[in-house]
């Protein structure tokens, strides 16, 4: 193949209770790639649509990923990669994930396959560390593996695949601000109460258990934060109103996608999910605040491809 056309999914990170770890994939929502071999060497970054960005290979997530998946591999075949963009930067559902991912997947497809999808996470965690200073993978790693995923360990990198259950489906509002990562950051203590570190590592747990299990009670009894919420949840306008609607809803739980200001809900089954999607609408309406909602189910292929040309 000399020319590939990808999709690279957004997605939601930390899921309350796994700050840097826990991530999963949306379907139908996501950023689309078109990834080319030049007769030069070296990465081209070109915009086909969306929110302006750079164009520079080392200031772009996408750039910066692809280079360092070339200088790993020793490789001197140089791409174009065009980008269709559609996840806002800042909106809290892996905006710099879907780039850098949808890079490296597309460039090592071109190249015939040298890598597996996990041996790709360290090189698109390049690109998250341009965006927000620290290479975290709860992102980039639902992106190129699908469904639900657990960073078990960052050094050495150890990323697992967890279980999706069927009728778990998402909803995400996404309030039209802009919230980077690194500012968010930011608000985050740098020591944790061990009363409060307990309890989200049980959380973290039975979240993990619900999965196996397909336990929809379970899951939403986890889908608790009670060390990032807590501040985080101060720069997102109506959190609190929104999560008590949501509940209300019927949703079996909610909290902060990513560092925000995109707030999710899981539900179990589509009829669910667009109630939750209406009382999130009913609650935002009022603010005068512009919005996205999504519904989605899981999307447990991840990164995968649109057309190919020979």
């Known amino acids: 193949m000399e020319r590939i056309e990808v999709f690279c999914p957004a997605t939601i990170a930390n899921l309350n209770c796994g700050f840097d770890v826990l991530g999963l994939a949306l379907e139908g ?73 949808g890079a490296v997947w597309g460039i090592n497809e071109l190249l015939g396959r040298p890598l597996s999808r996990k041996q790709l996470i360290p090189f698109a965690m390049e690109g998250e560390r341009l965006a927000s200073d620290v290479a975290h993978a709860d992102n980039v790693a639902p992106a190129l593996l699908g469904g639900f995923t657990l960073v078990r360990s960052y050094d050495p990198l150890d990323v697992l695949r967890l279980p999706s259950p069927e009728k778990l489906v998402a909803t995400v509002i996404h309030p039209q601000l802009e919230l980077k990562t690194s500012d968010a950051r930011k608000l985050l203590k740098s020591q944790v109460e061990l009363t409060k570190a307990i309890q989200q590592w049980g959380n973290l747990g039975g979240l993990v258990s619900g999965l196996y299990e397909e ?74 605040i512009p919005y996205d909602v999504h519904v989605s189910k899981i999307n447990r292929e991840g990164i995968h491809l649109c057309s190919t040309t020979a």
């Open 29 to 101: 929502v996501g950023d689309v790639m078109h990834i080319a071999k030049t007769a030069q060497s070296g990465i081209v970054i070109k915009q086909l649509s969306g929110p302006s960005l750079p164009l520079e290979a080392e200031k772009n997530v996408a750039g910066v990923a692809a280079l360092s998946l070339l200088k790993a591999l020793d490789i001197k075949q140089g791409f174009e990669i065009s980008i269709e963009k559609f996840i806002k930067p800042g909106s809290g559902i892996g905006s710099s994930a879907a780039s850098a991912a």
């Open 215 to 288: 336990d929809y009670e379970l899951i939403g009894r986890s889908l608790q934060d009670v060390i990032v919420e807590p501040n985080r949840s101060l720069l997102i306008p109506g959190f609190d109103d929104l999560r008590k609607a949501i509940t209300d809803a019927g949703a079996l739980g909610c909290g902060i996608s990513g560092s925000g200001p995109s707030v999710f809900a899981l539900s179990k089954g589509k009829k669910m999910a667009l109630a939750v999607a209406e009382a999130m609408r009913y609650t935002y309406e009022p603010l005068g």
